[in-house]
């Protein structure tokens, strides 16, 4: 659907900043007269999407445009309030900023959106912890994650015999 594709190309160049006709086609199955014809569209709404030539050139949205449009469908909403892998994130160290990345994104929700999400969220419960866990160190775990999320290379090196 157009309108669809329309809002993705809006919501990639935000991700982006910039992507090129032939990224936008590509990611979106399109071929690239589609994307040069959606970005008329687009700038005909009032929408200051600019092309720029050249090395480095591409797609761009103008004077840091953004939109609050999340895009999101109910599937993909419920998705995301479905499975909170909270063993997982705790972890990692990153339970309270899952919790607050989660209140954000309901409070940037339609309302009816955002009840059927508390919904799924307090109906459905999936415990991934098995039933004959044994308890290990993972002490290093946040530290090896946050190290690997900024790009570091680790190395790990485990005891003999394991």
């Known amino acids: ?40 569209a687009l700038s005909a709404t009032g929408i200051p999407v600019t092309a720029e030539r050249g090395s480095g050139g591409g797609w761009c949205l103008l004077e840091a ?22 063993r997982l994130l705790a972890d990692l160290g990153l ?3 899952a919790d607050a990345a989660l209140i954000k994104l309901l409070a940037a929700l339609p309302s009816m959106s955002r009840r059927d999400a508390e919904q799924v969220s307090q109906r459905i419960h999936v415990d991934a912890t098995g039933w004959h866990q044994t308890e290990e160190d993972i002490s290093a775990l946040p530290i090896f994650a946050g190290g690997h999320l900024e790009g570091a290379q680790v190395m790990l090196r485990l005891p003999k015999g394991h």
């Open 1 to 40: 659907m157009r309108a669809d594709r329309l809002l993705s190309i809006l919501l990639l160049l935000q991700v982006h900043q910039r992507m090129t006709a032939r990224e936008l086609a590509k990611r979106l199955e399109v071929c690239e007269r589609t994307i040069h014809r959606d970005m008329e």
């Open 65 to 86: 445009y953004r939109t609050n449009l999340t895009g999101l469908n109910e599937a993909e909403i419920q998705t995301l309030f479905l499975t909170k892998p909270v």
């Open 95 to 97: 339970r309270k900023a």
